[in-house]
């Protein structure tokens, strides 16, 4: 369906001016893009120094990655002059949280045959960002050009090409050398701790060897990173081990109009076998040095290809900042390393302590991907399936078939305290919408229908059919005395602590903080959050909920239901198809009898004792983005969703600047700040949009959309995407560049700007 043209040209025009591409915005759009169509959308430009965090414990510069590696670079800065002939960097990973290995690790100097220093600093300058690409050069007008270009070949190698030309008449002859240097400490929260890095020269380069070490970071004896030039070189390393020099073994002359071209490939690996893995891999680059680019062009123009398949009437600065969600999500894959089975993508890639994966992150980041990458997004799947709980398991095996909150790198930092919400199956059935792949199918439905039952056995205190969010029988869940043992009642029975199974709940609702989720409630009528065990059928304790079931929880329950019966028909499984078509009329018809307020126009969690014969509906907490889940699922009936309508497209309500908060503007509690209290989160929000599509108000979806855009700071210039924002002001808010925000603003415009595609169940038909 043809698109509206948006209005709002004032606000498209002083984002072109704030980035510099004035002229650029053109309503009819291109029938085709490459790479430098979109250089510098988002600003990777750094001055590295030994703090690699700042505010809100994320990266000072925002960074670039490519192909799951673990390390990435930045352009340098207009006024690091010290760097100049280098890139930024590099920016390490590792198996917690990152360092900065070096200022410009690998820096180009080159010197004329009597002496003469040529001064980079002096030249013209310009540096680029592009999709896949680090690109500067450096231009003497009459005298010479030098080209960098970086780009990834694997999950642990970057390659550059660097080229020199001639534009004098004369021969150019030069010597050519390159230096560099580690950081022997990083700052971080104030202390300094040790980078543990030394230099070893190599007869292709130079090698960063690392020493056993563990507390802010961690690095083994077998941790590396070496740098490998296509040509012969010579390299001298200082005394201290921490700065070297490796000079090209001979001069080289370069004659007018034919360039002339070397390499250097960089690898970051976590064990011996990774760097033998890399070393032969870097052999095959050299011997054909220009494959990876082309192969690297293609790979960026098919996303840039998948992505703008079609004319539309969207605005440049919007193509911009899609692509600008692809780069994001790219940056913050990881390939397989440590528990990574399949690579996966980290929340981001900037903040300290998001070094790992997350479910319902997983299934976001899938169906945004699946968009332009659908192998990514399978794989991504696969890296959290890999980790499902089987019946077999010899510690948890009563939650055979969850999935668990996260997992990291190291083998004793996940978290097994609860879930996250049901969004796996919408995940699958988006990729398998792009990719038809029905292999992966037949893979992935046993897996998600264990998952499916898990919520009814675990998570189901009266077993109505009802979910609520809970924890996981933990030992963090039980009341322990000074020396950490666990505290018992007279019968032997584990005392629980109350306040870490809500803690884990709200985890598990993903919803850290939100407003419904406090223990004391809100108002003398509300008992506040109490916590209820459930039991197997013989009588043992098989994990926790709350005393509510929450409708966004129920409704992505419904939604599930009608995907599982889309990929059961898909697969040939009538019987099961029409099993969850069953239930999903019993759940839409107890939520529209339990969790609808008349009055408010709004849905609402409901409050239960622990057999389900008492109800109360929590309008005292308040309306939050869980009110529209219904509508996102298909269950509302047309006259509720009209007012669920009005509700969002009220301006005192959920309509700010940048609209659809977690807490609703006249909610008592809303803080525009506090994380799930108020700030817009893009996952929210795109739920909203496709529930307001979904029922035909195809106009307030697209303003809506439009405003998640211009509303957001930073977005349509070259700021990160960020977790979240500020719906009043549209400051961005705690970390940046947030695969979930990117995978939202994608689809936010492949499938509400571009054309009007929700990515909802299409199995169960509307109420």
Known sequence: MKKRIHKKISLVMAACMTAGMV??????????????????????????????????????????????????????????????GGFAGPHIIGQDIGMNLSDCISRLNLQTADGEKID?????????????????YYEERDQYKVTLELIYVSGRTNYVRTTIENYGEEPLVLDVSWDGKVYGENKIGGDAYPTNATLEGTEDGVKVKFKEYEDAWTTTEETGYAIRHSQPVKTEVAEDKMSYVAKAAEPVTIEKDTPYVTYTAESFTFTAEEEAKEAELVKGLFADPEKPFEENRQRWQGYLDKTFDKEDNVAKPYKNATVKAMETLITNWRSPAGKYKHSGLTPSMSYMWF????????????????????????????????????????ERPQDAGAIFDCFTYKENSENYRNS????????????????????????????????????????????????????????????????????????????????????????????DNATRFDQEGNGPDDIGVLVYEN???????????????????????????????????????????????????????????????????????????????????????????????????????????????????????????VPMPTAAFDNDKFSPYRYWRGPVWLDQALYGVEALQNYGYE????????????????????????????????????????????AAYYMLYKDALAETNPSTQTGLEMK
């Open 23 to 84: 002229g650029s915005v053109n309503v009819q759009a291109e029938s085709h893009y490459t790479q430098e169509d979109f250089a510098n959308v988002l600003d990777v430009t750094a001055r590295m120094n030994e703090t690699p965090y700042g505010y809100y414990e994320t990266d000072n510069f925002n960074v670039f990655s490519d192909m799951g590696a673990w390390h990435g670079y930045h352009l340098h800065a207009v006024d690091a002059l010290d760097t100049y």
């Open 120 to 136: 980079l600093t002096n030249a013209r300058t310009y540096t680029a960002y592009y999709p896949g690409k680090l690109m500067q």
């Open 355 to 394: 070094n790992g994966v997350w479910g319902w992150d997983t299934w976001k980041n899938a169906a945004g991907i699946a968009g332009f990458d659908t192998q990514l997004a399978e794989d991504g799947i696969r890296c959290m399936f890999d980790y499902q709980i089987q019946a077999d398991d010899p």
């Open 420 to 511: 996250k919400p049901p969004l796996s199956a919408w995940g699958v059935w988006k990729v398998y919408q792009e990719s038809g792949d029905k292999a992966f199918l037949e893979e992935m439905y046993p897996k998600l229908t264990a998952y499916h039952n898990w919520w009814y056995t675990n998570r189901d205190t009266d077993q109505n059919g009802v979910a609520e969010y809970g924890g996981m029988v933990h030992r963090a869940h039980y009341q322990k005395d000074e020396d950490r043992n666990i505290l018992e009642d007279e019968n032997g029975k584990p005392l629980l602590n109350v306040e870490n199974i809500i803690e884990a709940a709200a985890w598990e609702s993903g919803m």
């Open 535 to 657: 039991k197997n059928a013989d009588g043992e304790v098989v994990g926790y909920s709350l005393n509510q079931e929450s409708v966004d929880l129920n409704a992505m329950l419904y939604a599930e239901k009608g995907f599982l019966k889309s990929i059961a028909e898909e697969l040939g499984k009538t019987e099961d198809a029409a099993k969850y078509e069953e239930e999903a009329a019993a759940l839409a018809e107890y939520i529209n009898t339990n969790m609808w307020d008349e009055e408010t126009g709004f849905y609402y969690d409901l409050q239960i004792n622990e057999d389900g014969s008492e109800k109360k509906l929590l309008t005292n907490r308040g309306k939050g983005t869980e009110g529209w889940m219904p509508l996102w699922a298909k269950l509302a009936p047309a006259d509720r969703a009209e007012k669920v309508k009005d509700n969002m497209m009220d301006e005192g309500k959920f309509n700010l600047r």
């Open 699 to 742: 106009e307030e979806a697209t303003e809506m959309a439009y405003k998640l855009f211009d509303g957001a700071e930073g977005v349509l210039t070259d700021g990160p995407i960020r977790e979240n924002y500020n719906p009043v002001t549209g400051e961005g808010l705690h970390t940046k560049n947030f695969s979930w925000s990117a």
